[in-house]
Nanobody, 121 residues
Framework: QVQLVESGGGLVQPGGSLRLSCTAS????????MAWYRQAPGKQRELVAS???????TYADYLKGRFTISRDNAKKTMYLQSNNMQPEDTAVYYC???????????????WGQGTQVTVSS
């Protein structure tokens, strides 16, 4: 059983910063690409950023360099550092990962339960 658990969400003022974490646990052999998505009220879920197990991350164009994704493979943990946050960043942020179990012949995609981020004064 594989689980992804996000943490670090909450209320932040406009212009403030927040750091989200996502930790994978369970029967895991390898974690390939990990990603952050977000879903604002009344909108579709959208990709924020993704990061492969080795290599460079990619970001949504709308972020304009305000967010940084990173990961610690030894800890099976991914991070999202969000700076200069704006009200339009308010959303539920979800962790997503491509994970292979020790007895599997192919990987599967997993989602975390989501963490609420609210940007408001």
């Amino acid at each position: 059983q594989v689980q992804l658990v996000e943490s670090g969400g909450g209320l932040v003022q406009p212009g403030g910063s927040l750091r989200l974490s996502c930790t994978a646990s369970g029967a895991i052999l390898s974690i390939f690409t990990m990603a952050w998505y977000r879903q604002a009220p009344g909108k579709q879920r959208e990709l924020v950023a993704s990061i492969p197990s080795q290599g460079s991350p990619t970001y949504a164009d709308y972020l304009k360099g305000r967010f940084t994704i990173s990961r610690d493979n030894a800890k099976k943990t991914m991070y999202l550092q969000s700076n200069n946050m704006q009200p339009e960043d308010t959303a539920v942020y979800y962790c997503h990962a491509d994970i292979m179990g020790p007895m599997a012949t192919f990987s599967n995609f997993y989602w975390g339960q989501g963490t609420q981020v609210t940007v408001s004064s």
